[in-house]
């Protein structure tokens, strides 16, 4: 069948979707986008502030933005930092530090993960810092021929057992340091603390800054006077007093979340920080159901009442837990509501028998506050999580 469209069935068409789009800007949805991730730049730049007044003026801030800075979108949250005066950007990946170079970011960086020796020029090229924290490293540096010196930043194992040159190989990376010559230029000196975050781990965490002290010392009597970091977000707040060195490296407090329910605990009524990441999605379908209906695969979850469920068009793929399965709580014009049954790939089912008088294309709420969802996983790994390709939008 032949279907002829006229200029007055084109102009109601057009009529109608200017409608949909004002609605959706009346109630807040971007148009075209089913789930969108908001952050709050106000509550970026407070966290930004309440650590800039918590340390010493002197201290340098590394900003954190590995990771596409915690879910946040590396290069949106790195140019907050960098307008809001952070010293630094840690990354985890020369890839990382490349693509905030591309997009003009000049402030320093450090690559704190492994680089290929084949990318090393890269960095070299762009002004980018990297790790160096294994023999082989140094060996290879020794062998390379760099038309200017490298930045490079030693990391020392002092307990943590990931990265680092462990105590008995530092008398080695300082010869290997000096005879680097100008092939190299040692910038940084720092190490990574295993049990900051833990009351438990103080006595553990005073060794670990024992060790490094250990090392600072044989590279500054070896005439090498790099700048030094070791506390992260957690031993900031802890250890401020014995926070002695040149920067602080400040990830999940920027973020508004606390590195550790302990550390929440401890701090919640001396520092406020504000949650700055919020994901939502609309609803697709709402549909009512009488009570003993099975919802979701293998009938995960029975129904214990007549309901009204509705469909939000995100899952696993996006970064929602499967683990929150029968049990995630989103919000539904300000009421809570339940998952139900089984979280899907690219679907999630609530129920909002409760919410009120719920339409299709109603705001959902997923993650208003991290700390609230009971996903079995830390909050650091719930935003890492999400789905890059969702499209994060800074209000």
């Not at 010293?87 to 000049?106: F, P, Y």
């Not at 890269?122 to 980018?128: G, H, R, Y």
């Not at 329910?261 to 001396?270: A, L, T």
Request: with cysteine; hydrophobic share 40%.
């Amino acid at each position: 069948m032949l279907i002829v469209y006229t200029s007055v069935t084109i102009d109601k068409k057009l009529t109608m979707e200017k409608k949909l789009i004002d609605r959706n800007h009346k109630i807040g949805r971007p148009v075209g986008l089913r789930t969108w991730i908001e952050i709050d730049s106000a509550a970026v730049e407070h966290n930004f502030s309440v650590i800039k007044k918590l340390v010493s003026s002197t201290v340098k801030i590394m900003a954190v933005v590995k990771s596409n800075a915690y879910g946040h979108s590396l290069y949106d949250f790195s140019k907050c930092m960098a307008d809001l005066g952070a010293d630094w950007l840690g990354v985890d990946s020369i890839t990382e530090a490349l693509a905030l170079r591309k997009k003009g970011i000049s402030t320093p960086i450090l690559v704190m993960g492994y680089t290929l020796p084949e990318l090393l020029i890269d960095a070299l090229e762009n002004d980018i810092s990297v790790t160096v924290s294994n023999i082989e490293s140094l060996k290879y540096l020794e062998q390379a021929m760099f038309t200017k010196p490298l930045k490079i930043h030693i990391e020392v194992d002092t307990g943590l057992h990931r990265q680092g040159f462990l105590s008995n190989e530092i008398s080695e990376v300082v010869k290997t340091v000096s005879r680097l010559g100008l092939q190299v230029k040692l910038e940084g000196l720092y190490t990574h603390l295993a049990d900051a975050k833990r009351p438990e781990g103080e006595e553990y965490t005073r060794l670990q800054f024992s060790s490094f002290e250990k090392a600072k010392n044989d590279f500054f009597d070896a005439g090498h006077v790099p700048f030094t970091h070791v506390c992260a977000s957690a031993s900031t707040l802890r250890y401020l007093e014995e926070n002695t060195y040149d920067m602080v490296r400040i990830g999940a407090l920027l973020y508004g979340i606390w590195p550790s329910k302990e550390v929440g605990i401890e701090f919640k009524g001396r520092l406020t920080i504000k949650p700055t990441l919020s994901w939502k999605t609309i609803i697709t379908e709402i549909k009512k159901l009488p009570k003993g209906s099975p919802v979701g695969y293998n009938r995960t979850e029975i129904l214990l009442r007549d309901s009204v469920v509705a469909v939000c068009p995100v899952g696993y793929w996006h970064g929602y837990p499967g683990s929150l399965s029968s049990k995630g709580i989103v919000v539904v014009r300000g009421k809570n509501a339940k998952v139900l049954g089984r979280v899907t790939m690219d679907m999630i089912t609530i129920d909002i028998t409760d919410c009120g008088d719920v339409s299709l294309l109603d705001i959902v709420t997923l993650t208003h506050e991290t700390q609230n969802l009971d996903a079995g996983v830390s909050e650091h790994e719930l935003l890492t999580r999400l789905n890059p390709k969702i499209e994060r939008i800074y209000v």
